[in-house]
């Protein structure tokens, strides 16, 4: 298990950007996938984007596509979320997780998760 914290959620108007980022607690990523993930008011959670341990391979639902950016910098040992054009309907609290891989089953450990807003 890591512990992970998220930040940079907050309320923004219809086509702007945000950029969340989530970081381990006491340690590094190490060769962990990381992930992102959303659950919206009254719905379930759903799989948004992931990121290989190596940085080579990236996946993304298909809500986001062309949208949404996952980036990891092992420098700082921080995972990235960048959103752009947002959308009403991306409003929800964004999960960060990490896991031995990029299917959603894999994903064992999550952050407290940010609220993200978008107002129309």
């Known amino acids: 298990q890591v512990q992970l914290v998220e930040s940079g959620g907050g309320l923004v108007q219809a086509g702007g950007s945000l950029r969340l980022s989530c970081a381990p607690s006491?340690?590094?990523?190490?060769?962990?996938?990381m992930g992102w993930f959303r659950r919206a008011p009254g719905k379930e959670r759903e799989f948004v984007a992931a990121?290989?341990?190596?940085?080579?391979?990236?996946y993304y639902s298909d809500s986001v596509k062309g949208r949404f950016t996952i980036s990891r910098d092992y420098a700082k040992n921080t995972v990235y979320l960048q959103m752009n054009t947002l959308k009403p309907e991306d409003t929800a609290v964004y999960y960060c997780?990490?896991?031995?891989?990029?299917?959603?089953?894999?994903?064992?450990?999550w952050g407290q998760g940010t609220q993200v807003t978008v107002s129309s």
């Open positions: 997780a990490a896991g031995i891989g990029t299917r959603a089953q894999d994903f064992s450990s």
């Open positions: 006491g340690r590094t990523f190490g060769s962990y996938a």
């Open positions: 990121i290989h341990w190596s940085a080579s391979i990236t």
